[in-house]
C-alpha cells in the first residue's frame, strides 16, 4: 500500500510539472494565467494521484502495463518543452532557444510537403498571418510530428524487445483495460481486433481530419490564429500527442488479441493431448 501510494504521489507531481511547464517556461504570464495553471494542475494532479492509488480499475488504460503510460507521459513532456522553448524564443532568445529553433526548421522544412499534416496545420491559419507565426507554427507542429513518431517506434521496439506486457507478469484485463467490458458479447479477440483497427485507423488519419475539420469551422466559430502562446502548445501538442496515444493503443489491442489467441491455442493442444489425441 505504501509503495503504491508513493507512486501515486510521484506521478501526480510529474502531472502537475508537466502542466505548469508553459507557464514556467514562457515571460510574462499573468495572474489569471497562473490561476488557471494552478487549477488545472491541482485537479489533474488529484485525478492522477487517486487512479494510481487506487486498486479498483478507473479511466486510466494500461495502469499497471509499464512503460506503456510512461512512454506517452515522456513523449508530451518532451512536446510541450520543445513547444515551450521555441515560443519563448520569439520573445527572450537564447542558446537553447535557438538551438531548438534550428532543429524545428530543419525538421518542419523536411515534413512540410504538400498534404502533410504540417502542411495543413499551416493552411488552416488565416490569411493574414505574419510569415513569422507562420514559420513559428510550422516548425512546432514538424517538431510535435517528429516526437510522436519516435515514441511510435520506441513503444513498437520494446513491446518486441521486452515482450510487452508478459515481463511485467500476469496481465489484468479488468484493470488495465477498464472501458472494455469481456462480456458484452461476441468473441473477446475479435472485438480486441476490432477496436485495435479503430484506432490504428483514427490515430493514422487524425494528424490529416483535424486540420481540415477546424478550417472547415471557421465560418460558424471565426478562423484560428494560434497566436496565444498557451493555445499554440497545447493545442499543437493534443494534434500530435493524441493520434500517437491511438497508435499505441491499438498496437496494444492487438498485442493483447494475439495473446489471447495463443493462450486459447496452448490450451487446446493441452486439451487434446490429455484426451489422448496429441502425444503428451
Known sequence: MIIRLTGA????????????????LLPGMTSDTAQVVTLVALFGAGLTFFEYASSY??????????????????????????????????????????????IGASVGAVIDFPYSPVRLVVLMLPPDT?????????????????????????????????????????????VNLPTFDPTAGGDVVERLERDARFNIALG?????????????????????????????????????????????RGIAMGRIASMITEKRRQTSRADEAGDGLLPA
Do not use: C
Not at 131 to 150: K, M, P
Not at 224 to 242: D, G, K, Q, R
Open 9 to 24: 504521489l510521484i506521478r501526480a507531481i510529474l502531472v502537475v510539472v508537466l502542466l505548469a511547464t508553459p507557464s514556467l
Open 130 to 174: 505574419s510569415v513569422d507565426h507562420i514559420e513559428l507554427v510550422r516548425n512546432s507542429a514538424g517538431i510535435s510530428y517528429l516526437i510522436s513518431l519516435v515514441t511510435l517506434a520506441i513503444f513498437i521496439i520494446l513491446q518486441r524487445v521486452r515482450r510487452w506486457p508478459l515481463r511485467n507478469g500476469a496481465f489484468n484485463v479488468w
Open 57 to 102: 480499475p478507473g479511466l486510466v488504460e494500461f495502469r499497471d502495463a509499464p512503460p506503456f503510460n510512461r512512454i506517452r507521459f515522456v513523449s508530451l513532456f518532451l512536446t510541450v518543452v520543445f513547444l515551450a522553448l521555441l515560443t519563448r524564443g520569439q520573445v527572450e532568445p537564447s542558446a537553447t532557444t535557438s538551438l531548438v529553433q534550428e
Open 204 to 248: 493514422f488519419l487524425l494528424p490529416f481530419l483535424t486540420p481540415a475539420v477546424i478550417k472547415s469551422a471557421t465560418a460558424l466559430f471565426g478562423s484560428v490564429s494560434l497566436e496565444n502562446p498557451h493555445t499554440l502548445i497545447w493545442t499543437v501538442a493534443a494534434w500530435a500527442f493524441l493520434p500517437a496515444s491511438l497508435f499505441m
